[in-house]
């Protein structure tokens, strides 16, 4: 039977630049101080793709992986010691004990219950989070004198900062909490910096950062401007170009309508790859240093511009799509967390 031809090239894709990628790790690392820098890996590396990720972040240094589910382990692994991975979200089932268990991954524990269920299936080695203020997973401080908790192997002792990219009471809050909470607990390691906390300075460091955002080119605090390099590049091809006349419109809804005859070119992106709508209004696409104007509604799979500056350009020719992420955040009203892992899987190629 005749095996199936290769599926032609894609019309748009994501580069990621490994040599920014491990730049920042370094950075981040560097201002960890004393502490290591590990690395927050979940979401398939915030959308950048862990095959692609994980192998720079090791060659770098890292040696500390975060993921929050279960089923991101494996991608993981395949590039990792399973004893580096940690699952934030904890074993919440048997069947997570016994898969950790048989794989060597290192659970987070966030609850009596788990540390009950770690316990009676036999689990050894772990990590704890506590809850210092964030009110999402974590012990609370009154549980950790509990016998279940004193009883657990803790390698990692961790928290997490809920206002790390303000400036806030909250932070010193909870540094001075989960200062006190170490005492209470026998741990090898303490961690509570993200990557706005590693920028908040070294007395949050502890022996372990879980740096996430600011390695993949976010910057969640203006401390670590000029320090982080963009690290996701996307491109996108004209599909079609044409004349529109006076008094047509584009895109859905009719949201534009073009005042004299222009030329116009459809490019093969959508919110489907994650260019949402909200980028739409008043975003530019770009040829060298020309910026080409987005007309009317971001549809799933296509947008429009204005090729007025451009007017050379046609079927085939590749436009580079804005992407630095403080920017493109505070042009759309869309976090810098959300326009990474919102990134469609067809860019990466599937």
């Not at 699952?87 to 016994?98: E, F, I, K, R």
């Not at 002792?157 to 200062?179: I, P, T, V, W, Y």
């Amino acid at each position: 039977m005749k095996s199936p031809p290769e599926a032609p090239p894609p019309s748009h894709r994501l580069r990621v630049d490994s040599d920014a990628l491990a730049a920042n790790w370094h950075a981040l690392d560097r201002l960890s101080g004393a502490a290591r820098a590990g690395a927050a890996v979940k979401a398939n590396c915030y959308g950048l793709g862990v095959d692609v990720c994980v192998p720079v972040l090791r060659t770098a240094g890292c040696e500390n992986f975060f993921v929050a589910h279960w089923s991101e382990v494996e991608a993981v692994a395949q590039y990792s010691s399973p004893e580096q991975i940690a699952v934030l979200h904890g074993p919440m089932t048997s069947a997570d004990v016994d898969y950790a268990l048989a794989t060597g991954v290192r659970p987070v524990i966030n609850s009596l219950d788990q540390a009950r269920r770690w316990i009676e299936g036999g689990g050894g080695t772990c990590h704890v989070m506590i809850d210092t203020g964030i009110n999402r997973l974590g012990l609370a401080m009154s549980e950790l004198s509990d016998p279940v908790i004193q009883s657990l192997d803790i390698n990692v002792l961790m928290s997490h900062l809920a206002c790390a990219d303000e400036d806030s009471a909250m932070n010193a809050h909870q540094r001075e909490a989960f200062a006190a909470a170490r005492a209470l607990v026998p741990h090898r390691l303490a961690s509570l910096a993200n990557s706005a906390g590693i920028a908040l300075g070294q007395n949050y460091a502890f022996d372990l950062t879980r740096p996430g955002l600011a390695l993949y080119g976010g910057v969640p605090r203006p401390e670590l401007s000029g320090t982080i390099a963009q690290v996701a590049h996307i491109e996108a091809a004209i599909i079609q170009a044409r004349t529109i006349e006076a008094g047509e419109t584009v895109g859905y809804n009719a949201e534009f309508t073009a005042i004299s005859p222009m030329r116009v070119g459809t490019v093969s992106l959508g919110y489907a790859d994650g260019f949402l709508r909200a980028r739409g209004p008043g975003t530019t696409l770009l040829h060298g240093e020309r910026r080409l104007p987005i007309l009317g509604k971001v549809s799933m799979d296509m947008i429009v511009v204005d090729l007025a500056d451009a007017t050379e350009l046609g079927e085939g020719d590749w436009l580079e799509v804005p992407f630095d992420l403080p920017y493109a955040a505070q042009q759309s009203s869309v976090s810098q967390y959300e326009l990474l892992t919102v990134l469609g899987q067809r860019l990466r190629g599937g």
